[in-house]
C-alpha cells in the first residue's frame, strides 16, 4: 500500500499561470481533503470531498477548485496562482462511516507550491 | 475563532525526559481528539487518538489525557527521544461533522 501520495513534490508557478495537484489514495477510503500549511497557521482546510460525486468548500476555499475524479483520486487547481497562495499543499484520506466519533485522516507528503 | 489552541509554539526537553503537550478545545461538539507528528519536509503521521468515552489512551511511550470538563487534552512522551523532535499537531472532530479542527502546532525539540 503506497496510503496517499501527491504529486508534484515541489513546483514553482509565475502570478496568473493555472496548475493542478494531483492526490490519490489506495485504502479505500471515502473522504478526502486538502490542506495548506503555512508558518504559524496550522493546517487549513481548502476543500474536502465527504464521498465520490461530493465536494464541499473548507476554511480557506478562495482562489482554488476542486474535482473528486474517482473514489481514489482528489485533484486541487488553482485556476490564477497568486503569492498568497505560496504554500506546503496536504491532501489527506479518511474513512468516515457516518458515526459519532470522527475519523483518523491519513496524509500525503505533501506539494511544495512557490508563486513568483 | 480558533476552537483547537496549543498555546505553546515549542518546547525543549532533555532526553529521557517527560514531554507534555497540551491542548485545548471550544466546541462542546468535539468528540474524536488526535495527535499528529509532523516532520519537516513531510506528510503529517497519525500518532494516537481517543475519544470522549475515554479519559486516557496509551500507545508505547505515548499517553493521551482527556479532561472533558476542563476541555482540555495533553500528549505525555515518556521517556522523550532525540527522534521525538517534530511539530505535534493536535486534532479535533465528532458530532455529524467528520472534518477534523488541527490546532498550530507545537515544536518539540528533544536535546541529547
Same mark, same amino acid.
Given at each position: 500500500n503506497a496510503g496517499v501520495t501527491q504529486t508534484p513534490k515541489f513546483q514553482v508557478l509565475k502570478t496568473g499561470q493555472s496548475m493542478t495537484l494531483q492526490c490519490a489514495q489506495d485504502m479505500n477510503h471515502n473522504s478526502m481533503y486538502w490542506y495548506r500549511q503555512d508558518p504559524g497557521m496550522g493546517l487549513r482546510l481548502i476543500y474536502y470531498s465527504a464521498s465520490e460525486g461530493t465536494t464541499d468548500k473548507g476554511e480557506v476555499p478562495n482562489g482554488y477548485n476542486v474535482s473528486r475524479l474517482n473514489k481514489r483520486e482528489f485533484s486541487l487547481r488553482l485556476e490564477s496562482a497568486a503569492p498568497s497562495q505560496t504554500s506546503v499543499y496536504f491532501c489527506a484520506s479518511s474513512h468516515w462511516t457516518g458515526g459519532n466519533f470522527g475519523e483518523t485522516q491519513y496524509f500525503g507528503p505533501g506539494t511544495r507550491l512557490l508563486v513568483l | 475563532d480558533q476552537q483547537v489552541k496549543q498555546n505553546s509554539p515549542s518546547l525543549?526537553?532533555? %532526553?529521557?525526559?517527560? /514531554?507534555?503537550?497540551?491542548?485545548?478545545? *471550544?466546541?462542546?461538539? @468535539?468528540?474524536?481528539?488526535?495527535? #499528529? !507528528?509532523?516532520?519537516?519536509? %513531510?506528510?503529517? *503521521?497519525?500518532? &494516537? /487518538? &481517543?475519544?470522549?468515552? !475515554?479519559? +486516557? =489512551? %496509551?500507545?508505547?511511550?505515548?499517553?493521551?489525557?482527556? =479532561? !472533558?470538563?476542563? +476541555?482540555?487534552? /495533553?500528549?505525555? &512522551?515518556?521517556?522523550?527521544?532525540?527522534?521525538?523532535?517534530?511539530?505535534? @499537531?493536535?486534532?479535533?472532530?465528532?458530532?455529524?461533522? #467528520?472534518?477534523? *479542527? @488541527?490546532? +498550530?502546532?507545537?515544536?518539540?525539540?528533544? =536535546?541529547?
Open positions: - | 525543549s526537553v532533555q %532526553e529521557g525526559r517527560i /514531554s507534555i503537550l497540551n491542548c485545548d478545545y *471550544t466546541n462542546s461538539m @468535539f468528540d474524536y481528539f488526535l495527535w #499528529y !507528528k509532523k516532520y519537516p519536509a %513531510e506528510g503529517p *503521521t497519525f500518532l &494516537i /487518538s &481517543i475519544s470522549s468515552i !475515554k479519559d +486516557k =489512551n %496509551e500507545d508505547g511511550r505515548f499517553t493521551v489525557f482527556l =479532561n !472533558k470538563s476542563a +476541555k482540555h487534552l /495533553s500528549l505525555h &512522551i515518556v521517556p522523550s527521544q532525540p527522534g521525538d523532535s517534530a511539530v505535534y @499537531f493536535c486534532a479535533a472532530g465528532g458530532g455529524s461533522n #467528520y472534518k477534523l *479542527t @488541527f490546532g +498550530k502546532g507545537t515544536l518539540l525539540t528533544v =536535546n541529547p
